[in-house]
């Protein structure tokens, strides 16, 4: 398919891997912000054929892995209701709660359904005017401007009975929380090239300023993520520390202004707790002082919730690159993506699942040997 | 959940004051509101994520960046350097190999 097969062209990635090798001196680490990235990270192998001085470290980039257990907890809450259809993309179903999850919900009679875009949400709405139809609404910088659309048009619309449960997240406080701990290993940042395509590259610059640190804007490919992979060593290598675009095709240095207009207008920056990491100051956004009416946590009065962590799952600190999924002692033996303790195992971009998917036979012949 | 699919621009209409396209994603054709991309015209390249059209795919920069990754094959060629021998062979690390 155009655009998709000529990056994924083999010979020039072989180019690539021995640019790669020419250029690097030192040992160096570099993470990977996006989860997507992270999937065909370790669906390529890419990790595995760089030089052994280049190290990938997964980063934080899956809504669906930090959004808060006390927010899943309601969402399991809002769900079990009679008068309520709830729904969620399809990743956050088999997401765990303290007891049960989405699915549990279902089978025990509850509404969820799976929507593929969240304006889906609005028509079930406008098509069941007795029910209360709550959407899950989560996601980074680049699923914010469908999720605004969605309240708008329920406003436009004059749909009473629609409500979204928000839990958005932010790139650029991550990355500025991660570069300021005292234990990181990042020397560099690929940026979520999808992200960028919504918000632009500005927001970047101060980072790199405050951090010293480059930061590469980096697509999704085989090619474009080894592009991105290249820069940052280049830029390490020669002692630079910039924000460079390695995605042009899709990031443009202003972003998309149309959808930064309705972001501004239907959101507003709040602090946000992450699941596994913490609070990050001024890290998420939730509805804006006019979209209120529409926010689902305070339309249903969620109370009495036992919000627990599985003692066992280290999602945590795979989430924050402190370990690879492997190296917990959980992983493929009590914690699967069938029967998950954390979310980092279920989610399409979680780091555990990337490793189950691909890595995981490898992995047992590597215990056995 | 950030995927974003390539797809084409096949036809475009007004729903209730939205603009919507039908995108072609190599065979499989589905709906994707336009409400962020209203300069789009049939024939664009978009990528899409969860129903929206996020941005034009520049087709002068993607050839821009193939050029560049095939010219850097090219430069090493030209120095007569011989990549892998500088740094070593490029090891085959960590993981489960």
Request: aromatic fraction near 6%; hydrophobic fraction near 40%.
């Amino acid at each position: 398919m155009k655009y998709l097969d000529e990056f994924n062209d083999p010979e020039l990635a072989a180019q690539q891997f021995e640019e790669i090798a020419r250029i690097v001196t030192r040992p160096w680490a570099l993470m990977e912000v996006c989860g997507g990235q992270t999937h065909s990270i370790v669906r390529n192998g890419i990790d595995q054929l760089l030089p052994e001085q280049v190290r990938l470290i997964h980063g934080p980039g899956c809504p669906v892995c930090v959004t808060p257990l006390e927010t899943i907890d309601k969402a399991l809450a809002i769900a079990a209701r009679d008068d309520t259809i709830f729904c969620s993309f399809g990743d956050m179903l088999r997401v765990p709660g303290s007891h049960h999850d989405l699915f549990q919900i279902r089978s025990a009679g509850g509404d969820v359904r799976v929507v593929y875009s969240p304006l889906d949400a609005v028509r079930i709405a406008a098509e069941h005017p007795d029910k209360e139809v709550v959407f899950f609404g989560i996601g980074f910088e680049t699923t914010a401007p469908a999720n605004a659309m969605t309240v708008v048009e329920a406003k436009r619309r004059g749909l009473t009975n629609f409500s979204m449960l928000v839990s958005h997240v932010l790139v650029p406080p991550a990355i500025a929380a991660i570069a300021s701990s005292p234990d990181t290993q990042v020397n560099a940042y690929l940026a979520a090239g999808h992200v960028n395509t919504v918000m632009g590259t500005a927001e970047y610059e101060p980072l790199v300023e405050r951090f010293k640190v480059p930061i590469v804007v980096t697509g999704f490919e085989p090619l474009d993520v080894l592009e991105g992979i290249r820069r940052a060593l280049l830029q390490l290598e020669q002692g630079r520390a910039e924000v460079e675009n390695a995605y042009p095709r899709a990031v443009k240095a202003g972003g998309n202004p149309a959808a930064q207009a309705v972001l501004a207008e239907v959101f507003e920056v709040c602090d946000r707790p992450w699941r596994g990491i913490g609070v990050i100051p001024a890290s998420g956004w939730r509805l804006s002082e006019r979209y209120r009416d529409f926010d689902a946590e305070d339309r249903f009065e969620v109370t009495d919730l036992h919000v627990e962590e599985s003692p066992l799952c280290r999602s945590g600190e795979v989430l924050q690159g402190l370990i690879k999924p492997n190296e917990c002692e959980q992983f493929g033996i009590t914690c699967t993506p069938r029967k998950p303790l954390g979310a980092t195992m279920v989610s399409s971009e979680g780091a555990c699942a990337a490793y189950y998917q691909y890595r995981r036979l490898a992995l047992q012949e590597e215990v056995r040997a | 959940m950030c995927l974003g699919v390539p797809g084409r621009i096949e036809a475009i209409r007004d729903e209730q004051g939205t603009p919507m396209a039908s995108v072609d994603f190599g065979g499989i054709r589905k709906d994707v509101c336009l409400a962020y991309l209203p300069e789009a015209e049939v024939g664009d390249y978009t990528l899409v994520h969860v129903g929206f059209a996020i941005t034009r795919i520049d087709e002068a920069s993607a050839l821009e960046t193939l050029e560049l990754i095939r010219s850097i094959g090219n430069l090493a060629e030209e120095l007569g350097e011989e990549p892998a021998d500088l740094a070593g062979d490029p090891v085959v690390g960590g993981g489960g190999t």
